[in-house]
């Protein structure tokens, strides 16, 4: 039974790490949802391997929704929460099959665009 | 040849202004070049299509005592290499490399269609910011298919028709790329083996080869990098109906400079100076001067 309580209590402890996840995985949906529940003023895109989004996730202006793309997701979300400090942690996710990017029309990184329409 | 010079150095002209203008840099520095294989898929790119003129001249064939002696051969080579990668999934990709080349010597040309090439790049370490020493590792697969005119089946003189190898070879490699510091560099490790090919006096068989490849370079930004480094390729005796062939194997010490920009959506340049068989001991080799300017545009 004791056996039982800690395998539910180590389940429960992951899944509450993993919804505690900086970038959680979303599509272009998921982020257009968010967007009309809290604009954001501008949309950085970024990936672990990409030395040139640093300014980005340094600097990032008031507002910023940050979406991690071409990435590994673990990798995605260690960097971001390097960056996090001790502020509120940053708006993100993780385009989790591509939609977002190529919503946006993203083929390289760093990348900024415009929360409204893709850019033609 | 004529106009294939005036396209090379329209290129060449090309190459400054495109430096100049870039509004959106390509972040991962470690991509754009292989040792290997002549197009490489940066990690947010799914296609690409690469487009090489090359001029080769100035041959002197190198014997096995490493005696550099006047060339039987042509003296002057022009190539144009095609090639198209395509993204496999994030951490493979593929791609196809194919040249049609044009021969010279004495005023005789001759043309035709080189091998043919297919490669896998499957990256099993990706770099990251946070640790900026952290290389790139990629596992490199190359089969080279001999549907090129070789030496074995040449019909004109001075082997004027010659395009291809004569055989075919699988070489798996690895690749190590630290691009993440302005100073960037990497090592390349590609074993090729032969497969036997027919010919009138038996089976022939040429040797294994072990090339390896060391880059250093510099990226000032993220949009331009100058490379240079070495190409060491030594190749086992050749065996004819199971016998190897006395003196056969081949030594060559490449030297190369590359001059590439890395920039995102948008025509990319590169252009490379190298010398073949230009240093240490070099043996059953050519020795010759070559330029390539090649165009890529990721799609």
Known sequence: MNKFLALWALLSGLSAAKAAETCPPAKIADLQKLLQEKPASELIFFASWCISCKEHLQHPPPGSFFIASFDERAAANKVIDHFRGANEAPRCVWDEDGSITEHYQVKGLPATRSPGPPKR | ?299
């Open chain 2, 1 to 299: 040849m004529r106009r294939f010079l005036l396209l090379h150095l329209l290129l060449l002209l090309l190459l400054p202004g495109l430096l100049l203008r870039s509004p959106e840099a390509q972040a991962c520095s470690s991509c754009g070049s292989g040792g290997a294989d002549p197009v490489v898929l940066n990690p947010s790119e799914s296609q690409k299509f690469y487009l090489g003129l090359s001029h080769q001249w100035g041959f002197r064939e190198v014997d096995a005592k490493g005696e550099e002696r006047r060339s039987y051969g042509p003296k002057s080579k022009d190539l144009v290499e095609l090639a198209f990668a395509q993204r496999l999934s994030p951490a493979l990709f593929g791609s196809l490399v194919i040249d049609y080349a044009r021969n010279e010597r004495d005023g005789q040309t001759a043309s035709g269609w080189g091998d043919c090439s297919a490669n896998l790049r499957y990256t099993i370490l990706q770099p990251s910011m946070l640790d900026p020493l952290l290389p790139q590792i990629q596992l490199l697969l190359n089969h080279r298919l001999a549907i090129g005119r070789s030496i074995f089946d040449a019909k004109k003189e001075h082997y004027l028709d010659v395009f291809g190898a004569g055989y075919a070879e699988t070489a798996p490699g690895i690749d190590v790329w630290w691009g993440m510091l302005p100073l960037v560099g990497g090592a390349s490790f590609i074993y090729g083996i032969p497969s036997a090919k027919e010919i009138d006096s038996g089976s022939l068989k040429m040797g294994h080869v072990q090339k390896g490849i060391v880059t250093v370079g510099y990226m000032p930004n993220p949009s331009f990098k100058v490379l240079t480094g070495v190409v060491s390729e030594r190749r086992q005796g050749t065996e004819l109906d199971g016998q190897l062939q006395p003196d056969s194997d081949r030594r060559s010490n490449d030297v190369f400079l590359t001059v590439e920009t890395l920039r995102v959506e948008q025509d990319n340049l590169r252009f490379i100076l190298s010398r073949k068989a230009a240093w240490g001991e070099v043996k059953n080799t050519t020795r010759g001067w070559s330029t390539t300017l090649a165009w890529m545009r990721a799609l």
